[in-house]
């Protein structure tokens, strides 16, 4: 009869940083693919959007599509458009309501552009660690 012992260690560090690391990209692309199909779905039109439809821009300067910025941190994204260059007009187009004088029909830009990349959010997360 024999017997043994047997002691190990595991080091888990690296194993966490490769997961730090590969989620922070994965939020980055899934947020800057998001943006990217939002600001497409902007179209220059010289008349208003209809609604449920993406809203349409008529200004020279393109500051509904250019307004849509994607803040990415560590473990979290927000999409949509700065406040510094639409004020709360995109609250009112997004939604529907009043603003100011007048009363919008919801023309949802932002929440389309989720909804048509959520299916990549799990594929882009798929076999980031180890692979």
């Known amino acids: ?4 012992t047997f002691k190990s260690e595991i080091d888990t560090k690296p194993v966490e940083k490769a ?10 692309n899934a ?13 220059k039109s010289p008349d208003a959007s209809e609604p449920g ?3 349409s821009t008529r200004g020279k300067r393109g500051n509904v599509k250019n307004s849509i910025f994607a803040a990415v941190e560590k473990d979290n994204a927000v999409i949509g458009p700065r406040y510094s ?6 609250e009112a187009h997004e939604f529907g309501g009043r603003r ?27 076999g980031s660690i180890g692979e």
Do not use: H
């Not at 009869?1 to 043994?4: D, I, L, P, S, T």
């Not at 947020?31 to 179209?43: C, G, H, Q, V």
């Not at 100011?100 to 798929?126: C, I, Q, V």
């Open 19 to 28: 997961a730090e690391r590969s989620i922070y990209k994965n939020i980055r």
């Open 31 to 43: 947020a800057l693919s998001i943006r990217k199909y939002i600001r497409e779905s902007i179209k």
């Open 85 to 90: 260059f639409v004020g709360d007009a995109m």
């Open 100 to 126: 100011k004088e007048n009363t919008y029909e919801a023309r949802p830009t932002s929440g389309p552009g989720l909804l048509a990349n959520t299916d990549r959010f799990a594929d882009s997360f798929r």
């Open 1 to 4: 009869m024999f017997g043994f």
């Open 53 to 55: 439809e993406p809203v």
